[in-house]
């Protein structure tokens, strides 16, 4: 099983462009990334997946190297409400095993 | 409809009491999760069910005991609980059970043991 490793806190401005890299050294040939997001007392909500190169959506980007062993979720323009815990998993079946995450925090 | 429902929102409960955690729901989804998440840590995997049968039981105490009466809902039977299960609850389902599939999650059920 693949383990993360996330910075544990980060601090932005709103407008600003925030990227989180995530290591993930002995990640397997099947291994999915993924990315959720939580708020204080909620549950995690999905953000965005991928497997190599670049993956974006309308919330995010995910940007992979050809070695697969890390990832850097990319987060356009974040505003306060974007404050929150993101989550970095890695793994192919169903055991969803969440790293320590990083605590994102947007300032005015 | 993509919501997973959560009852209780809240409860209280004490050592010698049981009770029971409920969650649903109807997205036709056939993986289904319980997470443990204690305040400012990360959830941790406590159960998996894949076509209504658990296939991962992450070695958690058997005062916590978990049914899947069908494809749609997911229970958590609780006996005995200490105050250090005091925790969010949260439950999750998703498409299929790989983690290629989209994880939904529910709200919680915030328990406390006293």
């Known amino acids: 099983l693949a383990k993360t490793t996330q910075p544990i806190s980060m601090d932005s401005y709103e407008g600003q462009e925030v990227n989180i890299t995530c290591s993930h050294n002995?990640?397997?040939?099947?291994?999915?990334i993924t990315w959720y997001q939580q708020f204080p007392s909620q549950g995690p909500r999905f953000i965005i997946q991928g497997y190599k190169t670049k993956v974006t959506n309308e919330v995010a980007s995910l940007f992979i190297p050809a070695d697969r062993k890390s990832s850097t979720l990319s987060l356009p323009r974040v505003s306060l409400s974007d404050t929150a815990v993101y989550y970095c998993l890695v793994g192919y079946n169903n055991d969803m095993r969440f790293g320590a995450g990083t605590r994102l925090t947007v300032k005015p | 409809d993509t919501e997973v429902t959560q009852t209780p929102k809240h409860l209280v409960m004490g050592m010698t009491n049981k009770k029971s955690l409920k969650c649903e729901q109807h997205m036709g989804h056939r993986a289904m999760y319980w997470y443990k998440q204690k305040a400012k840590k990360p959830p941790e995997l406590m159960f998996v069910y894949s076509y209504e049968k658990l296939s991962i039981n992450e070695s958690v105490p058997s005062r916590f005991s978990p049914e899947c009466p069908n494809s749609s809902l997911l229970n958590l039977h609780l006996h005995a609980l200490q105050p250090e299960d005091s925790a969010l609850y949260l439950c999750a389902s998703s498409q299929g059970a790989s983690h290629s599939y989209e994880q939904y999650f529910g709200p919680g059920t915030r328990l406390t043991v006293t």
């Open positions: 002995n990640i397997a040939t099947n291994d999915y």
